[in-house]
């Protein structure tokens, strides 16, 4: 099921000094926003997500603990049946209440949670291709929320 790294994440201390870093390492910018940026790795294969916070949000941050694993959307449909098959607990993302996997239109992508035994935040995720004219939805959507709206375009 895993095909190899979606994402990588660091804290960072200022984002607009680390943005123009990575983009001198020779990393595009593919999204951002007001304390948050990512970078292509490889471009529509994988990407580096940094975070502004001060300097304990730096020292603790999720993003020191979290790393999200490539899979394909067909995977991710199925990854509910497959973790629980390794007796892996899949959990909430941020103030979701639902552990089942979500998209995320205005990111292209889709994804699902869940810990290790040390309790690091792991993820499996996709990405997903977005109709312009959807690509302004900011909230999470289900799989069947998606599908239908796609279906309805």
């Not at 449909?77 to 959990?91: C, G, I, M």
């Not at 979500?102 to 935040?121: C, E, I, L, M, W």
């Not at 499996?124 to 977005?130: E, G, I, N, R, S």
Request: aromatic share 14%; with cysteine.
């Amino acid at each position: 099921m895993i095909m190899g790294l979606y994402e990588a994440h660091l804290p960072v201390k200022n984002l607009e000094k680390s943005i123009r870093f990575y983009n001198q390492l020779g990393l595009t910018l593919a999204w951002r926003d007001e304390d948050t940026a990512f970078f292509w790795i490889e471009e529509g294969i994988s990407w580096l997500g940094l975070w502004q916070g001060d300097e304990y949000q730096t020292q603790y941050h999720p993003s020191l603990r979290h790393i999200a694993f490539r899979v394909t959307y067909q995977d991710l449909k199925e990854s509910l049946k497959w973790l629980e098959s390794l007796q892996v607990k899949t959990v909430p993302f941020g103030g979701r209440i639902s552990v089942e996997p979500f998209v995320r239109p205005n990111q292209g992508n889709a994804s699902v949670y869940f810990d290790d035994p040390d309790g690091k935040s792991l993820e499996l995720m996709c990405f997903v291709a977005v109709p312009n004219e959807l690509k302004h939805i900011t909230e999470k959507l289900s799989f069947d929320e998606w599908e239908n709206l796609i279906s309805s375009k």
